[in-house]
T-cell receptor, first 114, second 112 residues
């Protein structure tokens, strides 16, 4: 079982560049989310999806877009990268009911925007 | 606004020195409180879910408890391998999509 796979692990972008952070899960989980983690601020929700074709905004969605064409994949797109988007990004997936298993997180993408 | 506050921010322990981490929360309605462990350079790893005041859960040297306003993670006789950041998160009753609100975490260092 691979669980939740994120690529790339590290990325450096120049201001104004675009890129897509990839996330794939092989557990047939309905729910998927993107969080960013910044020092002293904890994990903050960017976007989430409750199933293929359904996405919604989280706490900090500005500057990010998502799509969910399949159950397995949930890519995060940065259209015009800004230094404020320097962070560690985590993708997570879960069953419909969090219950006793919580979220399964990927290992993260460390993004630096210069 | 839903808020989760963890204290202390950092904790240095000697091996075998038991201690507790605090997670206090202010939410409109609690559906569940989650504890995660995060090692450097890795994603959070699920530990426990607590649902109602008075509930307790244990895993090895860790024990989580829940009251109406806060949760504690007790570490009994810790070992160096317990060194990690411990994250607390809440799921509120009206939140869609299994959204979690996280606290800032407590960094625990256990010295041999």
């Amino acid at each position: 079982n691979a669980g939740v796979t994120q690529t790339p692990k590290f990325q450096v972008l120049k201001t104004g560049q675009s890129m897509t952070l990839q996330c794939a899960q092989d557990m047939n989980h309905e729910y998927m989310s993107w969080y960013r983690q910044d020092p002293g601020m904890g994990l903050r929700l960017i976007h989430y999806s409750v199933g293929a074709g359904i996405t919604d905004q989280g706490e900090v969605p500005n500057g990010y877009n998502v799509s969910r064409s399949t159950t397995e994949d949930f890519p995060l797109r940065l259209e015009l990268a800004a230094p404020s988007q320097t962070s560690v990004y985590f993708c997570a997936s879960s069953q419909r009911r969090l219950a006793n298993y919580g979220y399964t997180f990927g290992s993260g993408t460390r993004l630096t925007v210069v | 606004e839903d808020q989760v506050t963890q204290s202390p921010e950092a904790l240095r322990l000697q091996e075998g020195e038991s201690s507790s981490l605090n997670c206090s929360y202010t939410v409109s309605g609690l559906r569940g409180l989650f504890w995660y462990r995060q090692d450097p350079g890795k994603g959070p790893e699920f530990l426990f879910t607590l649902y109602s005041a008075g509930e307790e859960k244990e895993k090895e040297r860790l024990k989580a408890t829940l009251t109406k306003k806060e949760s504690f993670l007790h570490i009994t006789a810790p070992k160096p391998e317990d060194s990690a950041t411990y994250l607390c998160a809440v799921q509120v009753s009206k939140a869609a999509g299994n959204k979690l609100t996280f606290g800032g975490g407590t960094r625990v260092l256990v010295k041999p």
